[in-house]
């Protein structure tokens, strides 16, 4: 079965991901640019990092 969200920021996706997983990895994987929020690929995928990493802090 495939869960569908919407978040509007990274730290949201990150934590709606958290409740859908036991344990494992939350993989980035964009269906579309995102220039309205992040500079490039690289920033985004760096706010994702950093959202992974405090995630549980």
């Known amino acids: 079965t495939?869960?569908?969200s919407y978040a509007n920021?990274?730290?949201a996706a990150?934590?709606?991901?958290s409740t859908l997983i036991?344990?494992?990895a939350i993989l980035l994987s964009p269906a579309c640019a995102s220039f309205?929020?992040?500079d490039d690929f690289e920033q985004?995928?760096?706010v994702?990092?950093?959202c992974v990493n405090?995630?549980?802090v």
């Open 2 to 4: 495939t869960k569908l």
């Open 36 to 38: 309205d929020m992040f």
């Open 9 to 11: 920021s990274m730290e």
């Open 54 to 56: 405090n995630w549980g």
């Open 14 to 17: 990150v934590n709606v991901a």
């Open 48 to 50: 994702f990092k950093d």
């Open 44 to 46: 985004r995928g760096r």
């Open 22 to 24: 036991d344990k494992g």
